[in-house]
């Protein structure tokens, strides 16, 4: 290959791409080229390695002893940890015919040394690496802000009134609108405005006639946008013109709505403020399932500006809860107020679901609730209906409160918490498993609290119930293997080269965690705030709670990464990813996280002794 061809190969591969020009020719003019047959090995376990790979062709496995650590490919290097550390703790062997590019050892530690990201990147731990990966990802996706469009923002209606209308009808309909601002139309057609401000100042503090014509207070020489500018347009005109709201037309000329300055404001900080804000406010169905239309903006917004992935989750789940209660207090039968429990369980539970994916939701009532068992199904029915309108689909498991196995009093929650630790089943334990992840999101919070109770009592009581319930994760493989790195479900012809991230990952993760937090007694729900109490408790140590952090953070990034671009190109959002969308930095970080999945699952099989369950 010529000089030019090997330097834009090396410029492809993370972290190489910091390099100055001059680091990167220097690079280039140093590269050899060595062929190596199959199962042939490239360095042993114990050596001092004087060379750096970078694969043209073929694969190489990292093994300790027999077992296969990890995979290196075509694009990607190895080892960079044993050339720093100058001691190889592990070999490397050819899986299949292989082709590399060689730098030595000097001039790879040299120039390590003269470059700050490279030697930056290189000394950092694994979860180092995941969290600057996804600070790195976010900064890029923040240039997407620069291309929002006004529509995207949150328009106010129009509302266009007669000229002449008097000023007490005029804030009537202020009021019955809920506008903050009202456009008038003279004879002549030209457009006036007046905002609740006007009044205020105007008419309040000048005694004016209610009677009078409200014209007399509007204001002229108005700004017009059109809906497909983009936003920080709208933003430039108003710091132009010193004006605090501009009118939005459509592309046929017709005014849509006005745009304010609360609502840039609230835009560019993901105006979730607003919308809490709306969802308190709400005293109608319609206006509740309009404030939920903008989460999957927040998310957008959030996402685009680098924020982690646990702080969405947590912000999107106290808005899913307070919607819930807004809507659970605005349709429930006066017998349930304070004599039931409305409980959100799952990922919603656990605060970790951000793009809505299903209902986890059930209804504890008080032993002496008295309602009519038609009055209560007919409520519980309309609650769930009301949700899918909302955007949450229905559950497929029928975990939901419309379901009479999810709706009960408290001594049968606990009938029912008796026969799913006592029997031992898979739907036992699954049941069991997201009941323990519910959290109050309306009503009375200490009758699922006693639950809990319960559940720790009766757990405690069996000798072997901990194991069994943590067995569930020997049913799932981390999707880590010998070929390209990754292992497919070859029999799962909709979703070829597709990894399930979910069931390979993420879940083993939670249940892992959620075992360990159970047998420990522990109240948190969220899988992170659990890691932290484990730690707190000795059950794991500094080092493998960051680890798992910062692993359960970038799975749930390239989770909802893939299913944003899934809803941007009209596809049904699921648990799957395409490896090859991904870039070889993300590829080595997803079996990096991988590994430490992999890490638990041996702790817990250790722990739980799951090989003799």
């Known amino acids: 290959m010529s000089i030019l061809e090997q330097t834009y190969f090396i410029r492809k591969i993370h972290p190489f791409d910091n390099l100055t020009k001059t680091q990167l020719d220097e690079f280039a003019q140093n590269l050899d080229i060595e062929y190596y047959k199959k199962n042939h090995v490239i360095q042993q376990t114990g050596e001092q390695p004087d060379k750096l790979y970078f694969i043209i062709k073929g694969l190489v496995q990292e093994k300790h002893e027999e077992e296969v650590m990890s995979i290196y490919s075509v694009n990607e290097f190895f080892d960079a940890v044993s050339i720093v550390e100058n001691y190889s703790k592990h070999t490397f062997v050819t899986a299949q015919e292989t082709i590399c590019y060689t730098l030595s050892r000097e001039i790879f530690i040299r120039i390590l040394h003269e470059n700050n990201q490279l030697e930056s990147y290189f000394f950092q731990s694994i979860s180092q690496k995941l969290n600057a990966n996804i600070s790195n990802e976010k900064n890029k996706e923040l240039a997407n802000m620069m291309v929002a469009k006004v529509k995207d923002a949150n328009v106010h209606r129009a509302v266009i009134v007669p000229y002449t209308t008097s000023i007490y009808d005029a804030a009537l309909t202020i009021k019955k609108e809920k506008v903050p601002t009202l456009l008038l139309k003279d004879d002549l057609g030209e457009i006036h405005i007046v905002t609740d401000s006007d009044f205020r100042q105007k008419v309040i503090l000048n005694r004016m006639d209610y009677d009078d014509i409200v014209g007399k207070i509007s204001s002229t020489g108005l700004i017009f946008v059109n809906e497909n500018d983009f936003l920080f347009n709208a933003q430039f005109l108003m710091a132009k013109h010193g004006i605090k709201r501009v009118v939005v037309k459509n592309n046929e ?220 994760i020997t049913s799932f493989n981390v999707p880590l293997g010998f070929f390209d790195g990754f292992v497919f479900d070859s029999d799962d012809k909709e979703h070829k080269d597709e990894i399930d991230i979910k069931r390979g990952g993420i879940f083993i993760l939670v249940q892992g965690i959620r075992s360990l937090s159970l047998e420990h007694k522990l109240f948190k729900t969220n899988t992170i705030q659990r890691i932290m109490e484990l730690n707190n408790v000795g059950e794991i140590d500094d080092e493998f709670k960051q680890e798992l952090i910062e692993a359960f953070n970038f799975l749930n990034t390239i989770k909802l990464k893939s299913n944003l671009d899934k809803l941007d190109a009209a596809k049904e959002i699921n648990n799957y990813i395409n490896p090859d969308d991904l870039n070889t930095m993300e590829k080595d970080l997803l079996k990096d996280s991988f590994k430490i999945v992999n890490k638990l699952k041996k702790k817990l099989e250790h722990h739980y002794k799951l090989n003799y369950v």
């Open 253 to 472: 000329d017709e005014i849509v709505g006005i745009i304010d300055q609360i609502s840039l404001s609230s835009f560019f900080a993901t105006h979730t403020f607003s919308v809490s804000n709306a969802i308190e406010k709400a005293e109608t169905i319609e206006e509740l399932k309009k404030a939920s239309q903008s989460f999957i903006k927040i998310i957008r917004s959030l996402n685009a500006k680098g924020v982690k992935i646990d702080f969405i989750a947590k912000l999107i789940n106290q808005l899913n809860q307070k919607l819930m209660h807004k809507l659970f207090m605005i349709t429930a039968p006066q017998e349930l107020i304070g004599k039931s429990c409305l409980v959100v369980m799952g990922s919603e539970g656990r605060g970790e679901q951000i793009l809505k994916t299903d209902q986890d939701n059930a209804l504890i009532l008080a032993d002496d609730c008295e309602i009519e068992e038609e009055k209560l199904r007919a409520f519980t029915h309309d609650y769930t209906e009301y949700l899918v309108d909302f955007g949450f689909p229905r559950c497929e498991g029928n975990i939901m409160v419309s379901n009479p196995y999810w709706c009960r009093r408290q001594k049968e929650f606990k009938n029912l918490v008796f026969s799913w630790i006592s029997n031992k089943t898979g739907d036992d334990f699954m049941n069991l498993a997201i009941f323990y992840d519910a959290v109050c999101a309306s009503g009375n919070k200490d009758l699922l609290n006693e639950v809990k109770e319960y559940i720790f009592k009766v757990g405690a009581s069996t000798q072997s119930f901990y194991m069994h319930f943590a067995k569930i």
